[in-house]
């Protein structure tokens, strides 16, 4: 009677722990689209960030705290995310030193988020390029300025206290709004303070983080058809560039300043490179006329950027995932949020028009400084190593953005090939 009871029993349990197995995986997998989870670690001293506070933030479509935890001691965290069966789009923001980290997410994801030190001074920090975008209204000149910063801090530390940032504007201008946006991409509008007793003088409190930090300062001045605008930088800047439509003339006392040839009439562009900080060039401009959206696709200043360097804004539900450039304007109260900070995004894609201007002013350099009647053996800097050079140092950055965990390994793949399409076809169009 034993025996049969434990034949019966063994057959039971024959049958009922491959459905258990089965039913345990299901809650899992359940469990697991109902968090998101994840590890934070601490660059700046390559350890666990214990203790930091985690924020999960709903989009819907303004941000929305859903839950809160800490992170243990080896800065792993758990956030249950409350509604997984709708498609809602998610931030989750790791709070470090009093400076957030902010992170896309979905529910079910396992995320990797980077964090580091803070300091009131960092060393690494310069500017890479700042356009200045200008167009009549009515009897208004309205400017878009902006700003891409980079800090290559080793070892890797956020600027944050105080003026991380510092802009001189016209005396007379109008602030209309200030956007900025770190490397995570994720935008927003921020605030600005006067520098008492300086008029045009302004400063900003916007955590500078390890990467790309963008700023685009939004605003007006009388304008009576000229206006003049003297230059004065808070770090060395790589390229200053200067865009107007074209009925609208740029002049300038400066020998700095060069006409770029873009082989497009609806804009001009007038660089200056290699600024130092301080006081810069000043220049004028003057007529009428609207000046194109930056960053029309069919209208671009240079080939396309690549994915990882425009990123798409935060999705809102029931809007595109990316905005039509064309369609936003700078000014705050004609934008909303959520993807204010997409003007932005044209700043980086004038950088690869840099190499198509070193090409330029090699050739230049190199006719302009040969006696008429000289015979020179031929350079030996030829335009494909500039672009090649060029090519490798956005290579590097774009490695640095996946290491540090900014970009996906399926973001880092995409936006290399694109990098090389867009340097082959800067290389064909210079030749």
Known sequence: MI????????????????????LASF???AMGADTITGSVRNLSRDQPAAGDEVILLRLDPAMQAEARVKTGAQGAFSLRVP??????????????????????ASAGDDLSIQVFDGAPRVHGISASIEILRAGTNDRLLHVSDMYELRNESSPPETQTGGHTFEVYLPANAKLDSVLAAGPEKIGEQI???????????????????????????????PYDGRAIFKTRLMYPLRQLAVMLPPSMKFSSHSPAFELLVTGRNDFQVQTANRLEAGEGPAFEVSGTGALPPLGDPSKSLAPQAPPHVAGPVIPVPGQPAFAP?????????QAQPAHQWIVLCGLTAVLLTACALLIWQAHKTKNASRPRNATLPPSRVRPSDILHEAFRQELSRLETDRRRGLISRKEYTSAKLALKESVKRALARAS
Do not use: M, W
């Open 3 to 22: 025996g049969c009871n434990l034949g019966a029993a063994r057959a039971f349990l024959e049958k009922a722990l491959p459905a258990a197995a089965l």
């Open 27 to 29: 809650s899992v997998a």
């Open 83 to 104: 509604y997984p069966a709708k498609s809602y789009s998610y931030v989750v923001r790791v709070i470090h030193q009093g400076i957030a980290y902010d992170r896309r």
């Open 191 to 221: 605030p600005a303070a006067r520098i008492p007793g300086e008029p045009g003088h302004y400063a900003v409190n916007f955590p500078l983080r390890p990467g790309e930090t963008k700023f685009a300062f939004n605003y007006d001045v």
């Open 325 to 333: 450039l064309g369609s936003i304007d700078s000014r705050a109260h």
